[in-house]
């Protein structure tokens, strides 16, 4: 597609429970970046893939985070055991270099 | 931690104005850009400017970069009501693919 496509739009998880969130980067970029912002103003990059590789995972807080990029199908972000901290919109981005970012409309998730 | 330190950290002007938005940086880049996000919405990719690089125009935008500063401006001239959202800098370090590291954002509100 055109866009970044990225779904569920919301997302509400009680304390502890967990949370997967998908991402349709556009046809033809090879790259796919996830973002976390809290609060309306700063952007924690998590993870990026080069096609359905991890490029750079310094971001991720390994213990309850994990994404995967497979072939022909959407990326994934998962979260297992969600808590309160974890309440964020979380932005997915496609790119074809690398270095300018197309970003998706983002997926709020709410922890409870 | 946060590369990009933005200030204003909200700015109201009258349509017709000229809006000067300032981010600085701490560590060396290969590139800077700009970002735009109306409420709710994604990040919009406005312009990229690469560290060898001293100034560049698109349309009304013109960003400046000054690395022996480690700053760089967004000025966008004539503004219009349309131009009311959240303006974010962020440095990429690497030629090629990367993760950027965004600022805290500009709230720019142009008044009708």
């Known amino acids: 597609g055109e866009e970044v496509a990225q779904t569920p739009k919301h997302l509400v998880r009680g304390e502890g429970q967990k949370a997967k969130l998908y991402c349709a980067p556009i046809?033809?970029?090879?790259?796919v970046f996830w973002y976390q912002q809290v609060l309306k103003n700063e952007f924690k990059f998590l993870i990026s893939?080069?096609?359905?590789?991890?490029?750079?995972e310094t971001g991720m807080p390994k213990e309850r985070f994990s994404a995967k990029c497979l072939p022909n199908s959407p990326c994934s972000l998962e979260i297992q055991a969600t808590k309160l901290e974890d309440s964020a919109v979380y932005f997915c981005?496609?790119?074809?270099?690398?270095?300018?970012?197309?970003f998706g409309s983002g997926t709020q998730l709410s922890v409870l | 931690s946060q590369q990009g330190e933005e200030d204003p950290q909200a700015l109201s002007i009258q349509e017709g104005e000229n809006a000067t938005m300032n981010c600085s940086y701490k560590?060396?880049?290969?590139?800077l850009q700009w970002y735009r996000q109306n409420s709710g919405r994604g990040l919009v990719h406005l312009i990229l400017?690469?560290?060898?690089?001293r100034e560049k125009h698109s349309g009304r935008l013109r960003v400046t970069l000054d690395t022996s500063k480690k700053s760089s401006s967004l000025l966008i001239t004539a503004s219009r009501a349309a131009d009311t959202a959240s303006y974010f800098c962020?440095?990429?370090?690497?030629?090629?693919?990367?993760?950027?590291?965004f600022g805290q954002g500009t709230r720019l509100t142009i008044n009708p």
């Open positions: 981005a496609s790119s074809q270099s690398g270095r300018e970012l197309f």
């Open positions: 046809k033809g970029h090879s790259y």
């Open positions: 893939f080069q096609n359905e590789n991890v490029f750079d």
């Open positions: 560590t060396s880049i290969n590139n």
């Open positions: 400017i690469r560290s060898n690089e």
């Open positions: 962020a440095t990429g370090s690497l030629q090629g693919a990367q993760k950027l590291v």
